[in-house]
């Protein structure tokens, strides 16, 4: 059948099983949008605040769903704004498929009206892009883009599509959807090495990543530290992969991880790094990380072995896939000594001590864990409040806890709470932010109200930027400069303005109130929890230093 560009767009999405898309109009992108509007019981359009608000809320639909998640802008400022969103989907491994339009083809590189050089400005943050320049290859660009957003390490794909390009004409064939079968091939002999490292080792110690919740391997990985006895740390991107009661789950390791499981690292005779990267906020001296241990990395993406750290060994291969292949190998062990050792580290952990007179972040955080219970989805932007979350927060599962890990994107929560409750409407959605991070994308406040969204927002306002200014208090001699900005935004009343409800919690005791009326309400509500500017995110270890530098107070 003979379709317009903008009529195959459509067609091809359906066929990819989309059915929402998140988005901002423009001149470029209008015969698109055009087709939507006939097209509309098909594909569910969303309209963000803005561009980044859209990215970030097809990140999150994503993460939720494990599905493609979808945005689209305009050509110029629309699509730059999409720019930060796909950076972070791309660091955080997030399957993305950004389409942006742009002006006709007659008038590229004359500097047109909002005319900009997208794939150019995005190719170092997409597994890959695309710039259409003929109507008959746009079916199976879209195609391509899904399978490539999809497979192996997953991320972020981006179509150009000029506006004469979806005004042509051509012919368009159906295809189903292919699903994605793609596998590495497991070389056996480095299962053998592995299962010989891993019924050796006296001190293991499994360090997971962001890859144990893209690969849905969470089963499996809990299966083998049972069996063979091996405690787990993991990254910020792995939170909620162990359960937080579990015997062998340390918590978070890193910068500001728990003594325990840093200690762990740095005195084992083996880690097992799982889907992870070592990072600079894990492997801070990476010269000096896991000293004592050989170390076998498990990974998608043969780039990231010997990266950031040499390894001694390695296995390239889907997660789930290698765990699979290990498990039947693996003797069941115990470590009882080394058990013992792990315990004494987390006798001398940090411990932060309640009030009931003011709000303590932990206590925030014990309170929501405590009132919401295990089907709740939870987002956070960055700074304190997000590491306060990943440290506190007492159930969150694998695909629960959504945030930006590697770009570390102020602004992030709020639209990605968006996308994770169109996603899943009968979960609670809880948005956890501070006051400087919720200053930058509040304005999608307006789109959760418009599509009548009960997102909870609890805004841990300390009237500070909280996360710098630490670092300003402990390594730039306590000159804060650019970190207290003196705002006097009233949370309450910009709540009701854009048509949300407000409250303010200065207690433990109001915050309890205040947040059981959220979880009944059927719309958006931000609760403004007075926090102290003092209150710090410990443990800390200093840049480039270990944990024998950590600091306790």
């Given at each position: 059948?003979?379709l317009?560009?903008?009529q195959?767009?459509i067609?091809v999405?359906?066929?990819q099983?989309?059915d929402?898309i ?5 001149g470029?992108?209008?015969p698109?949008?055009?087709?939507l509007?006939h097209q509309?019981h ?5 309209l ?5 608000g ?6 999150g ?8 998640g979808v945005?689209?802008?305009t ?11 796909i950076?972070?989907?791309f660091?955080?491994?997030?399957p ?5 339009g ?20 995005t190719l ?5 892009n695309?710039y259409v320049?003929d ?5 199976d660009?879209l195609r391509?883009?899904?399978?490539i957003a999809q497979s192996g390490?997953?991320?972020p ?5 000029p506006k004469?390009?979806s005004?042509?004409?051509a012919?368009?064939?159906?295809e189903p959807?292919q699903t994605?079968?793609?596998?590495t ?7 053998e090495e592995a299962?010989?490292?891993?019924n050796?080792?006296?001190r293991?110690?499994i ?6 919740t893209a690969?849905?391997?969470g089963?499996?990985l ?9 405690p ?6 792995a ?7 579990e015997?062998?789950?340390?918590g978070m390791?890193?910068m500001?991880?728990?003594?325990a499981?840093?200690?762990a ?6 880690v097992?790094?799982?889907g992870t ?21 498990i990974?998608i993406d043969p780039?990231?072995?010997?990266k950031?750290v040499?390894v001694?060994y390695s296995?390239?291969g889907?997660?789930?896939d290698v765990?699979?292949?290990?498990l ?11 058990m013992k ?6 006798q001398e ?10 709000l303590?972040?932990h206590?925030i955080?014990?309170i929501?864990?405590?009132m919401?219970?295990e089907e ?9 409040h997000?590491m306060?979350t990943a440290?506190?927060?007492k159930?969150?599962?694998a ?6 890990g590697?770009?570390g994107?102020m602004g ?5 709470a968006?996308?994770?409750k169109?996603?899943k409407?009968e979960?609670p959605?809880?948005h ?6 919720f200053?930058?994308n ?5 789109t959760a109200?418009?599509?009548?969204l009960p997102i ?9 930027l ?13 000159l804060?400069?650019?970190?207290e ?13 854009f048509g ?8 433990p005791?109001?915050?309890?109130e ?5 979880l009944?309400s ?6 403004d929890?007075?926090?102290?500017r003092?209150e ?9 230093k ?5 600091i306790?107070?």
């Amino acid at each position: 059948m003979i379709l317009t560009g903008a009529q195959i767009v459509i067609e091809v999405l359906a066929e990819q099983g989309v059915d929402m898309i998140f988005g901002y109009p423009g001149g470029s992108v209008l015969p698109i949008y055009e087709e939507l509007y006939h097209q509309k019981h098909r594909i569910r359009h969303i309209l963000t605040a803005d561009e980044q608000g859209a990215a970030f809320a097809a990140d999150g639909y994503a993460r939720a769903t494990d599905r493609v998640g979808v945005c689209m802008a305009t050509s110029g400022p629309g699509a730059t704004n999409l720019v930060t969103g796909i950076a972070s989907a791309f660091m955080d491994s997030v399957p993305m498929v950004a389409i942006t339009g742009n002006v006709p083809t007659g008038l590229i590189g004359q500097d047109s009206f909002q005319e900009v050089y997208i794939a150019g400005i995005t190719l170092p943050i997409t597994k890959h892009n695309f710039y259409v320049t003929d109507v008959n290859q746009l079916a199976d660009i879209l195609r391509k883009a899904f399978a490539i957003a999809q497979s192996g390490r997953k991320g972020p794909v981006l179509v150009d599509i000029p506006k004469d390009i979806s005004t042509a004409t051509a012919e368009y064939e159906p295809e189903p959807s292919q699903t994605n079968t793609y596998r590495t091939k497991i070389v056996p002999e480095q299962i053998e090495e592995a299962t010989r490292l891993i019924n050796q080792a006296k001190r293991p110690v499994i360090y997971c990543g962001g890859g144990v919740t893209a690969s849905c391997a969470g089963a499996e990985l809990a299966e083998l530290a049972g069996k063979a006895d091996i405690p787990v740390t993991h990254t910020l991107m792995a939170a909620g992969v162990m359960g937080y009661g579990e015997r062998l789950n340390l918590g978070m390791l890193g910068m500001h991880g728990w003594v325990a499981a840093n200690q762990a690292i740095a005195e084992a005779d083996l880690v097992l790094a799982i889907g992870t990267r070592f990072s600079d906020r894990v492997a801070q001296n990476r010269r000096t990380f896991a000293g004592k241990a050989k170390i076998l990395q498990i990974d998608i993406d043969p780039s990231e072995v010997n990266k950031n750290v040499q390894v001694d060994y390695s296995i390239l291969g889907d997660v789930k896939d290698v765990l699979t292949a290990l498990l039947p190998k693996i003797n069941k062990r115990r470590h009882p000594s080394w058990m013992k050792m792990i315990e004494g580290w987390k006798q001398e952990d940090y411990h932060p001590v309640d009030s009931e007179e003011v709000l303590k972040p932990h206590q925030i955080i014990g309170i929501i864990g405590e009132m919401t219970g295990e089907e709740a989805i939870y987002t956070t932007d960055v700074g304190q409040h997000q590491m306060w979350t990943a440290q506190y927060l007492k159930h969150l599962t694998a695909c629960n806890f959504l945030t930006s890990g590697g770009l570390g994107a102020m602004g992030y929560g709020y639209g990605a709470a968006i996308g994770a409750k169109l996603a899943k409407p009968e979960k609670p959605v809880i948005h956890i932010t501070g006051d400087g991070s919720f200053h930058m994308n509040l304005t999608e406040a307006c789109t959760a109200v418009s599509y009548k969204l009960p997102i909870i927002t609890v805004i841990m306002n300390n009237s500070v930027l909280g996360m710098v200014r630490q670092l300003q208090t402990y390594f730039n001699h306590g000159l804060f400069m650019a970190t207290e900005p003196e705002r006097e935004t009233d949370f309450v009343k910009v709540a009701e303005g854009f048509g949300c409800i407000g409250y303010r919690a200065t207690t433990p005791a109001e915050f309890r109130e205040v947040f059981a009326k959220a979880l009944k309400s059927e719309r958006p509500v931000w609760i403004d929890c007075i926090v102290d500017r003092e209150e710090r995110v410990l443990p800390m270890i200093p840049p480039g230093k270990g944990v024998e530098s950590v600091i306790m107070h």
